[in-house]
């Protein structure tokens, strides 16, 4: 007898075999692969159709449309839980509607072949069965595949596999050629190919999904192929996937959020195993005194110590904020049930936290007796900051005392052994990072000092209020971020006095010694600000005094600029501003210059934290030198590869791992598969355990347009050519150019000194190049996201510091 199912037939793999049910729990589980209709194998007799199957056929493929045709096997045990029998038998593609009949007994003959039977003999056993057969239409594919649900060679599940190639996927299946492939984590696309895609993301993403509902209409991780082309995605069948997979993990929803767009400014870019563990130490000491200073007990930060102790987390080689143990650092604090959106704009990132977070954590808002109480825990912590307030300065002078002290220790790094060295970093811990005082008590004065006084001034005078401000700012003369573009600007017109300007560029030492006077400046400044340099607080950058070349061009086209004389920084009329008005005015001029004095400390204070990163880092690396010296490392700088535990561990003995020369290859290959990659997002949200995938970030719509707005910290109007800088230390900034950057610090003074306007896509009013550009009087504008991708290098840009808008004159016509 002659049987034909149709697209919602027979389910039974008895009868239609394994593939074949597979496709019509598919169509009726609503995937619509392309129609299609099965032949049971009880229809061919000696490899030949019986009697009426040519005709049935016909009727058939009137069925299911026009061809041509895919003519597949369906055998009993074929694409089933155990074996697949993948490829053992015949698949005839393109097939015409008269030529059907003869592939599909071609097909059903392949179940005797030598290859099935030897297939059978290893992986099943028992007698040849010829197959049901498949006929389906073809898909004019301009890209086809297979995807697997779950990865068959790790047997993890939950991780997608893609494999693509252009046109159909028979070449692929069969092995003929090797296709491009993906993995999918969630929504996240963890590798792809690095040659031109034959997929876009979208596309990677969207099968995915497919072979995901897959799994879940068919009840088990799923190998399906698929095809693509002028209507969309197609699946074409599916099998189970056969090779042992791992257990299902348990289910955790925990989510973690991880922020950059405020770290960034400190450790931009790819950052070394050995600082990111400095800092995660760093962080954990200073803001575990933080919340003490502003009354938290003792026992309850020893209770919350894996708050602090994670403060920060590294994904794919860049430093995030880990967001939500920041925001339950802030839930410590007295008053956080009384102005929680307060106090998470203390936090200081671009987008606020998920409801998820917000109610998951801190205690419920208080009402009664109990809200009584916490305002008094405030006025407490408030006469705690006065407190502190009114002995800054003697806070200030025993911190200075304490870091000459430390720095002053007289240790020759260049004879001192490894437990010397380690002793030398315990006593910086000990006497610096535990005692992080005046520079935190500081730095939150001036975050309120500097935020009222603005806030002060808008609602007593206005917008002439916030100009007022930014005025007000410049001119602190002792502030020390000012002083290196000084110095370069007098070095400069010492190199263009001597005509040494090209000696200066060359380097040329010897050269420079026949004049004494800049070769005094140069030693001068190097000895001063020798460990300023580009991202000066990573480790592994190299400083000016190693690596003096950016110091040295800066002199160069300092030498070419004409001589500008100091901007003039004239006092407010405070008594025009606030005239009949006396009470105001002595508030308002006090409140203001208090402010100033706090942004001048932070600065200063600042340089002080370079200074201690600097002998840091000299500190590790005279390590590194001694572990080279003992064959645990194969070159010095292979320090920063390792981590402070595993340096420490080392050598007061508490280490795990004796072969950190495998430890330090592992590393520099994972930091160097994730250089290739681009940056990630600015935020990245995880469910579960919080280890990084290392997925690309997704590409971004080109930045349009002729005018936007950002921060304006500096006032003045400029028009100019732009310059984009993403590296200071490998491209320069010529004199008079605006320049344009994601993001800077107090390394890119050298930068600064050259430019004419300053447009920086991070930063706020407080940033470094914020205050920078105040006390130069250069324009700045900082907070204009995608700059570096709106502006074109070397278009004319006009740039208003005061406002913060930046207008592209090339795209406005």
């Avoid at 599940?157 to 159909?168: D, K, Q, Y």
């Avoid at 954990?284 to 009354?295: D, I, N, P, Q």
């Avoid at 001036?446 to 930014?470: D, V, Y």
């Avoid at 017109?493 to 560029?505: C, F, G, H, Q, W």
Wanted: charge should be neutral.
């Amino acid at each position: 007898m002659v049987h034909i199912v149709g697209l919602d037939g027979d389910t039974a793999v008895s009868r239609v075999g394994g593939k074949a049910a597979s496709l019509c729990r598919l169509n009726i589980a609503g995937f619509r692969p392309p129609a299609f209709f099965v032949v049971l194998a009880q229809s061919f007799e000696d490899g030949k159709a019986k009697p009426g199957l040519a005709k049935k056929v016909q009727t058939a493929l009137s069925g299911i449309g026009s061809g041509p045709y895919a003519v597949r096997s369906s055998g009993l045990a074929e694409d089933g839980a155990e074996h697949s029998h993948a490829g053992q038998f015949d698949t005839v593609l393109n097939v015409a509607a008269d030529d059907v009949l003869a592939a599909a007994e071609q097909v059903w003959q392949s179940g005797f072949s030598e290859t099935v039977a030897t297939y059978r003999a290893v992986k099943a056993g028992g007698e040849a069965i010829p197959p049901s057969i498949i006929v389906q239409q073809m898909i004019a594919a301009t890209v086809s595949g297979v995807a697997f649900s779950a990865d068959p060679v790790s047997g993890v599940r939950g991780r997608c596999v893609i494999s693509a190639i252009a046109g159909l996927g028979d070449r692929l299946v069969s092995g003929e050629e090797d296709g491009q492939t993906w993995t999918v984590v969630g929504d996240q696309i963890t590798e792809h190919p690095t040659s031109t895609a034959v997929l876009t993301a979208a596309q990677v993403l969207e099968i995915a999904t497919l072979a995901r509902r897959a799994e879940a209409a068919l009840h088990g991780p799923q190998d399906i192929e698929w095809a693509i082309d002028a209507g969309g995605l197609h699946i074409l069948q599916a099998r189970p996937i056969t090779t042992p997979l791992k257990d299902p993990p348990n289910p955790d929803q925990t989510l973690t959020i991880f922020d950059n767009s405020n770290i960034v400014e400190s450790y931009p870019g790819m950052v070394s195993p050995l600082t990111y563990s400095f800092a995660v130490h760093v962080y954990a000491r200073v803001y575990r005194a933080f919340v003490r200073l502003l009354g938290v007990h003792d026992a309850e930060i020893a209770r919350n110590a894996a708050i602090f102790d994670n403060m920060l987390g590294r994904l794919d080689g860049r430093v995030y904020y880990n967001l939500v143990n920041w925001y339950r650092a802030l839930a410590l604090l007295p008053g956080f049930t009384l102005n929680r959106s307060y106090m998470e704009t203390m936090m200081g990132v671009s987008e606020p936290m998920p409801a998820e977070v917000t109610e998951a954590i801190g205690p419920p808002p208080v009402a009664g007796w109990r809200r009584g109480l916490e305002y008094l825990r405030l006025a407490r912590v408030a006469g705690r900051l006065v407190f502190e307030a009114i002995r800054l300065p003697r806070t200030r002078r025993a911190f200075y005392a304490r870091l000459n002290a430390a720095l002053g220790s007289g240790l020759d790094l260049k004879t001192a052994g490894p437990s010397e060295l380690v002793a030398e970093y315990r006593r910086i811990e000990r006497d610096l990072l535990d005692r992080w005082d005046a520079p935190l008590i500081n730095d939150f004065l001036c975050m309120i000092a500097f935020g009222a006084s603005r806030n002060l001034l808008e609602k007593w005078l206005g917008p002439q209020g916030l100009t007022l401000h930014n005025d007000v700012m410049i001119g602190q003369g002792d502030i020390i971020s000012a002083e290196p573009a000084q110095r370069i600007a007098r070095m400069g017109r010492l190199a263009a006095e001597a005509d040494v300007v090209e000696d200066v560029i060359a380097q040329d030492w010897r050269k420079l010694a026949q004049h004494p006077a800049l070769q005094a400046e140069i030693d001068g400044y190097l000895a001063k600000f020798g460990d300023r340099c580009t991202e000066e607080l990573k480790l592994e950058s190299l400083p000016l005094t190693e690596a003096p070349a950016p110091l040295m061009f800066a002199i160069a086209a300092a030498a070419g600029r004409p001589e500008v004389p100091p901007a003039a920084h004239q006092d407010p009329d405070w008594a025009a501003l606030f005239r009949g008005r006396p009470l105001r005015r002595g508030v308002a001029r006090w409140f203001v210059g208090w402010a100033k004095a706090r942004v001048r400390d932070r600065e200063n204070l600042r340089f002080e934290r370079t200074r201690i990163f600097g002998h840091a880092r000299r500190v590790f690396v005279a390590l590194g030198r001694e572990f080279a010296a003992r064959d645990m490392l194969v070159d010095q700088r292979d320090i920063f590869y390792l981590t402070t535990a595993d340096v420490l561990g080392a050598v007061e003995g508490f280490g795990l791992s004796a072969d950190m020369k495998g430890i330090v290859a592992l590393r520099k290959a994972e930091d160097a598969a994730s250089a290739a990659r681009p940056d990630p997002e600015e935020r990245i949200e995880m469910r579960g355990p919080a280890l990084w995938q290392g997925a690309p970030a997704q590409g971004r719509a080109a930045e349009t347009g002729a005018e936007r707005n950002g921060t304006g910290c500096s006032a003045g109007q400029v028009t100019a050519t732009a310059r984009v800088i993403r590296d200071p230390r490998t491209e320069r900034l010529n004199p008079g150019e605006i320049l344009v950057a994601r993001h800077t610090d107090p390394g890119w003074i050298a930068v600064f000194s050259n430019a004419a306007a300053i447009v920086v896509e991070r930063g706020s009013l407080l940033s470094h190049s914020a205050i920078v550009a105040r006390e130069l009087g250069i324009p700045c504008v900082v907070g204009l996201k995608g700059a570096t991708g709106w502006i074109r290098d070397g278009e004319q840009v006009e740039v208003d510091g005061a406002t913060g808008r930046v207008r592209r004159i090339d795209e406005h016509g």
